[in-house]
């Protein structure tokens, strides 16, 4: 008889979404339905059952080629290269459980290398914003019971976060909001009409790099300052402003989701600092909150378990041994792929292959390069030594901090193809190895 499981959890945006109901085979090996998920949700969990699953590491040989060897071959490679590294680099982790973020923590103590996770390319910038000026955030389950404001700033759920809008902010009827969308005002602030400004009450199509700028002009409009600004700020009508920050000053309970579109163009961490000057600044008129729309399905978890470990959420050099350090910009992955400043890469959980810009990539394929991850990706493709492992919440369980830290447990629902390993087992037994070599003076 099929089973069904439910509650699953969705291992792809940082939505987490935990209401998944999946059909699997009578024996265990098969997925035959998935319920409750977005279409990208969909694919992961088509994939996870794929008979084309890798199922043994690949090395790269002489000739250019990759040939299968053992998992004790690929710990054995992995550990002897991490210890001979001066300055070894693990990137990733968007996509994977705590329990392997804590894993490769013990593995980089041991190595004394570089640690950072996607947050480095993503959202660094608003860690930045919020260690200089904090962080007035709630949960989404607040948002979705109490909120009858939405801002959408330069993030577009519709095609980033599919559920975004009808599990937390626009669409669900909560507790105090009854009525559902028809109570709720939604503003997106884009310099594009995206499919999100198209579902919004108004579109605020802002000059591209200039929210910085409107930003001010909402400020000064909350503080009392609305007669003084020019006819127009950023493309926005000096009267849309003023409409729109009116909106907000009258919010029951009003939250701003901001994503890339701060976090990438000129500014950076500054535009998300004045959001937060901002949010602060509402809320002594009215009750408001900010939220990043953290990308993927765990990409909050490092920055809580290294936090933890080490004190910090990135960017972490532990090549000191006995106290960690953090300083983006010196500590951060692709500055020092730029500076040609580490001789070892492992790519884990992500594919820096693809994401990273062209001449970084270049820069860490000078040295040895480890792929972690369960498929074929542009960075296992261009890999000295890939090793394949399960898809978290497909194949093997674990914790995930969703966008706004909450944790959750997501389950197994098939099991993995035989013999292959979880990240969290994978690492601890390359740990375990370099410990072994260390003791024996192998090193
Ligand atoms: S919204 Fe995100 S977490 Fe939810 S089902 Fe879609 S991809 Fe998965």
């Known amino acids: 008889m099929p089973k069904v499981i439910e509650?699953?959890?969705?291992?792809?945006?940082g939505c987490s979404c935990d209401d998944v109901r999946v059909t699997v085979s009578d024996d265990g090996k098969d997925i035959l339905e998935v319920e409750n998920v977005c279409a990208i949700g969909t694919e992961i969990f088509k994939h996870g059952?794929?008979?084309?699953?890798?199922?043994?590491?690949?090395?790269?040989?002489?000739?250019g080629t990759m040939k299968e060897i053992s998992y004790d071959e690929a710990i054995e490679w992995t550990a002897r290269h991490l210890i001979k590294a001066k300055k070894p680099l693990?990137?990733?982790f968007g996509s994977t459980n705590c329990e392997g973020q804590a894993a490769a923590a013990r593995v980089m103590e041991i190595s004394g290398g570089m640690l950072d996770n996607c947050a480095t390319i993503c959202h660094g910038p608003s860690f930045l914003a919020i260690f200089d000026n904090g962080y007035p955030t709630c949960t989404l389950g607040e948002v979705k019971n109490r909120a009858d404001v939405i801002v959408y700033w330069g993030s577009n759920p519709a095609h980033a976060h599919p559920r975004h809008m009808s599990r937390y902010s626009i669409f669900p009827r909560g507790f105090f909001t009854g009525k559902g969308q028809k109570k709720r005002t939604v503003i997106v602030i884009d310099p594009r009409f995206t499919d999100t400004a198209n579902v919004a009450d108004y579109h605020l199509q802002v000059k591209q790099g200039h929210d910085y700028e409107l930003f001010n002009a909402f400020r000064m409009v909350v503080n009392g300052h609305g007669d003084d600004l020019p006819d127009e700020v950023a493309g926005i009508k000096k009267e849309t402003i003023l409409e729109v920050a009116e909106i907000m000053k009258n919010a029951r309970f009003g939250t701003t989701f901001f994503g890339m579109g701060?976090?990438?163009?000129?500014?950076?961490?500054?535009?998300?600092?004045?959001?937060?000057?901002?949010?602060?600044?509402?809320n002594k008129v009215s009750k408001w909150t900010i939220m990043a729309m953290r990308g993927?399905?765990?990409?909050?978890?490092?920055?809580?378990?290294?936090?933890?470990?080490?004190?910090?959420?990135?960017?972490?050099?532990?090549?000191?041994?006995?106290?960690?350090?953090?300083?983006?910009?010196?500590?951060s992955s692709v500055d020092m792929a730029m500076r040609d400043e580490?001789?070892?890469?492992?790519?884990?959980?992500?594919?820096?292959?693809?994401?990273?810009?062209?001449?970084?990539?270049?820069?860490?394929?000078?040295h040895p390069w480890v792929t972690i991850d369960p498929s074929i990706n542009m960075a296992s493709e261009i890999?000295?030594?890939?090793?394949?492992?399960?898809?978290?919440?497909?194949?093997?369980?674990?914790?995930?901090y969703r966008m706004d830290n909450v944790p959750i447990q997501f389950r197994k629902v098939i099991?993995?193809?035989?013999?292959?390993?979880?990240?969290?087992?994978?690492?601890?037994?390359?740990a375990d190895r370099m410990e072994e070599l260390i003791a024996k003076g192998e090193a």
């Open 296 to 331: 993927h399905y765990n990409i909050a978890g490092p920055g809580v378990v290294w936090s933890w470990t080490f004190g910090f959420p990135y960017c972490l050099d532990l090549t000191k041994q006995n106290h960690a350090h953090m300083n983006p910009g010196e500590t």
């Open 90 to 92: 693990m990137y990733g």
């Open 7 to 13: 509650n699953v959890g969705c291992p792809y945006c």
């Open 342 to 366: 580490v001789d070892m890469f492992i790519n884990i959980g992500t594919d820096a292959g693809a994401h990273f810009p062209y001449p970084a990539v270049k820069q860490l394929k000078k």
């Open 262 to 282: 701060l976090t990438h163009s000129d500014g950076r961490n500054h535009n998300i600092d004045i959001a937060i000057s901002l949010t602060r600044d509402l």
């Open 49 to 63: 059952c794929s008979k084309d699953r890798i199922k043994l590491p690949r090395l790269r040989q002489p000739d």
């Open 415 to 430: 099991e993995p193809p035989e013999g292959v390993m979880d990240d969290e087992t994978l690492l601890n037994k390359i």
């Open 383 to 400: 890999s000295d030594l890939h090793i394949p492992v399960c898809i978290c919440g497909v194949d093997v369980g674990g914790i995930v």
